[in-house]
Nanobody, 115 residues
Framework: QVQLVESGGGLVQAGGSLRLSCAAS????????MGWYRQAPGKPRELVAT???????NYGNSVKGRFTISRDNAKNTVYLQMNSLKPEDTAVYYC?????????WGQGTQVTVSS
């Protein structure tokens, strides 16, 4: 069983920065990869960024060059550094962990970017 706790969301002006954190606990040895997804009102959940156990990363097209995903294995934590934020980045951001046969979601953290 894996538990995910997100933090770091909030309100920021356009052009500003935020850093999200996702702390994993429980059976963390079983996690193959982690990532961030987001969902804006009335829209489907979309990929923001993922990182594998080996450190390979993947980004959604809308955030490439602005967001950076990283992980601290010692702290079992994944981070999402978000720079040059835009109003269209406003959404609930969800942390995700995956392994063979299962996927776990965090509770979500709201990010609001004002224009």
């Amino acid at each position: 069983q894996v538990q995910l706790v997100e933090s770091g969301g909030g309100l920021v002006q356009a052009g500003g920065s935020l850093r999200l954190s996702c702390a994993a606990s429980g059976s963390i040895f079983s996690i193959n990869g982690m990532g961030w997804y987001r969902q804006a009102p009335g829209k489907p959940r979309e990929l923001v960024a993922t990182i594998t156990r080996g450190g390979s990363t993947n980004y959604g097209n809308s955030v490439k060059g602005r967001f950076t995903i990283s992980r601290d294995n010692a702290k079992n934590t994944v981070y999402l550094q978000m720079n040059s934020l835009k109003p269209e980045d406003t959404a609930v951001y969800y942390c995700n962990a995956v392994s063979a046969g299962w996927s776990k979601w965090g509770q979500g953290t709201q990010v609001t970017v004002s224009s």
